[in-house]
């Protein structure tokens, strides 16, 4: 906060009087609180501790794989299992974690509004995610046990002849809680947005993580109705005596399959949006340039999210009721602003003063293992060959190559922002031993299963026949998951390590978005003044006044300014 | 561009519905062209009444946002109580229906006090 040119301009607080926020303290806090900050970080909380849940359901799956016939759990806990760790890292982890966590707390700093629009209607999406998923979890204590018919309960196995017992209703019952916390946060994200920016904060001066989440917003809006109705017209098949799943009285089974993914592939994008933001954020700030290419971001976000609703049954390419070429086209046309936004990081990234932090090199971590992740998703896109590795181990390779991927970035954003949510840094050396744990584990453990897939291993066995490349690369599997569980226990070390050692300061990292202009952890209410905003990066503006503000990233100015900088 | 959203939604469902001729996916997409259009054409619709904001003149300076932008309660129980009150309804479909009575008592309290709350203009 040195070199001021120009007097900073005091934000007029709509209530000036009340800078010195006086709230309940303790548990009452975390209780009451419409505070975003607040109930951002019961939303991380939750979420890293769902991601713990089912990260040691993964051990547990790893562990029993790793040899043929293993007898550690028996195939009924197997089916339970699988079916938990998927349910508890989409629906608990990884959803809430994007749009729940880090939106709560960023999104409302970055646009230089007070708070979310509707902080009540806030805390009460916070609620229901807990209580669905304390719903979900607590199957494993009722009779039957938990839901043990895969996370995307396909028609007919989810009714109630084939899965009897109040594990599966439990499962329906989390997820329409967490569903409509989904779609409390999807309205409140929206209206923060549209309505609540700071003065001179126009729609294309946002940080691409607002965008993102913006757009992730329109996504749930647009997806997560479908899961509830689905949910509901499963419940009342499952209890009511309706048949619009059943072929007995005249329904249709692959029509869950078709509501189901309709909300699920769009889910995909939901979870994988803000962590793209994050991504875009992260690299911009470490790379000290502007984000490449800043309205090409925009657009290639929009356009994913529009595809994203029109792709969803190339997961059921091989049910054979499907119009296969639409499909096809759909899904291989995502790979173009996809690709977009590769080649836009990259070139963010090109003739930067890369900084490889810890964040950082989880951003690139991200990079190469989305990669893998994508090129083999246009190969599943393509019928034959889906075809030929459906419901393989290929498929799981494929979608943890993604997901590992999210989990990278999200772990760079909570070593990125974290010191803005806490005002505290975390330890950079744990940090680097986390990531090379983390990124070395991920594909140690993908890439064995992507052969194992080509080779004809499918998924959700619980045992295998002895078979010498399949042990093997079982084997190899496990080893890959073992290190990410360390990595896991790394990032928890490091956070009792770190416990209030090393204080970040405002601005740390030299950001460019506005939740660096103010404190860390933020006041209540976020600002007691803003810069000017005249650019995508008003803090680095603000920072560093002799700089040209360069406008949306474009290359010859990015290079000028890269010029100056080196 | 939600009305953008919304056109390219309407596109792709004739597209869909002429090609396939499958009904599921072809209502889903029209319900997602009319879930773009709603919003949408509401927020052109103000748009076109509204006084340029600050917010989306390049040139606003901070003090052309001065006023008041909104009530924000500093705290409230009424969204706790909401979602106990969620979480009753849904065990009551689970566990038995006496479950409701709890749950939509504790909706209905959290309703009267939330609305009463939000007259009031909440605590700060």
């Not at chain 1, 054979?320 to 995502?334: D, R, T």
């Not at chain 2, 919304?6 to 499958?22: A, I």
């Amino acid at each position: 906060m040195t070199d001021v040119l120009d007097p900073p301009v005091v934000h007029e607080s709509h209530e000036p009087e009340h800078e010195e926020h006086h709230g309940p303290t303790g548990i009452l806090k975390w209780m009451t609180s419409t505070d975003h900050k607040v109930i951002g970080m019961s939303y991380t909380i939750t979420s890293v501790l769902m991601m713990v849940i089912g990260g040691i359901f993964a051990e547990i799956i790893r562990a029993q794989l790793t040899t043929p016939n293993n007898s550690l759990v028996s195939l009924a806990q197997y089916n339970e299992l699988f079916t938990m760790h998927g349910s508890v890292m989409i629906y608990l982890f990884m959803g809430p974690f994007a749009f729940g966590a880090l939106a709560n707390i960023i999104v409302p700093i970055q646009i230089g509004a007070p708070d979310m629009a509707f902080p009540r209607l806030n805390a009460l999406s916070y609620w229901l995610y807990l209580t669905g998923s304390i719903t979900m979890l607590s199957g494993f204590f009722v009779a039957g046990g938990a839901a043990n018919f895969g996370w995307v309960a396909y028609a007919p196995l989810s009714n109630s002849v084939n899965t009897p017992g109040a594990g599966a209703d439990l499962w329906i019952g989390g997820l329409l809680l967490t569903g409509f916390s989904a779609i409390f946060t999807g309205v409140n994200l929206t209206a923060t947005i549209f309505y609540l920016r700071a003065p001179g904060m126009t729609m294309f001066r946002m940080p691409i993580f607002t965008w993102n989440l913006l757009i992730t917003a329109i996504l749930i809006l647009l997806a997560f109705p479908v899961l509830t109705a689905g949910l509901i017209m499963l419940y009342c098949d499952r209890h009511f005596g309706t048949h619009i799943f059943s072929v007995a009285g005249g329904g249709v089974p692959v029509l869950w399959q078709n509501i189901f993914w309709f909300w699920g592939h769009p889910e995909v994008y939901i979870l994988a949006l803000p962590i793209f933001g994050m991504v875009t954020e992260i690299i911009a700030v470490f790379s000290r340039k502007p984000v490449f290419g800043y309205k090409g971001m925009v657009f290639a976000t929009l356009t994913i999210g529009a595809l994203s609703l029109g792709v969803w049954a190339h997961h059921m390419f091989t049910t054979g009721v499907v119009l296969l070429p639409f499909f096809s086209i759909m899904s291989l046309l995502i790979a173009v602003p996809t690709g977009i936004k590769m080649f836009n990081w990259i070139g963010t990234m090109w003739r930067g003063q890369v900084w490889f932090s810890t964040a950082m090199l989880m951003a690139i971590g991200f990079l190469f293992t989305f990669l893998v992740g994508g090129i083999t998703g246009i190969y599943l896109a393509s019928p034959p060959l889906d075809f030929f590795t459906h419901d393989t181990y290929f498929v799981v390779a494929h979608f943890h190559s993604v997901v590992m991927a999210l989990m990278m970035g999200a772990m760079g954003a909570l070593y990125y922002w974290g010191p803005k949510m806490t005002g505290y840094l975390l330890n950079e050396r744990i940090g680097k031993v986390q990531f090379w744990l983390l990124f070395i584990g991920t594909q140690v453990f993908t890439f064995p299963m992507y052969i194992l897939g080509l080779r004809g291993m499918p998924r959700r066995i619980a045992i295998y026949p002895l078979h010498p490349s399949w042990q093997y690369l079982n084997g190899v599997a496990s080893v890959g998951a073992m290190l990410i569980g360390l990595s896991t226990v790394a990032f928890l070390v490091n956070i009792a390590y770190s416990w209030k050692k090393y204080p970040a300061g405002d601005n740390p990292w030299d950001g460019h978005t506005l939740e660096w202009f103010t404190t860390s952890p933020p006041p209540h209410h976020n600002f007691y003044r803003l810069p000017q905003i005249r650019s995508e990066r008003p803090t680095w503006d603000y920072n560093h006044p002799g700089h040209q503000a360069a406008a949306h990233g474009h290359l010859a100015e990015a290079l000028i300014e890269s010029d100056v900088n080196s | 561009m939600l009305v953008g959203l919304g056109m390219f939604f309407g596109v792709m469902c004739l597209v869909y519905w002429l090609w396939s001729k499958e009904q599921g996916g072809s209502v889903m997409m029209l319900a997602g062209m009319l879930l773009c259009f709603l919003p949408g054409s509401y927020y052109f619709w103000w748009s076109r009444r509204m006084r340029p904001r600050a917010e989306d003149d390049p040139k606003a300076t901070q003090a052309s946002g001065a006023g008041v932008i909104g009530t924000f309660p500093g705290t409230s129980i009424w969204p706790f109580t909401m979602g106990m009150g969620a979480f009753f309804v849904v065990l009551a479909l689970v566990f038995g229906i006496w479950f409701l009575v709890p749950g939509i008592g504790l909706v209905g309290w959290a309703l009267f006090g939330g609305t009463s709350e939000g007259r009031r203009g909440g605590k700060h």
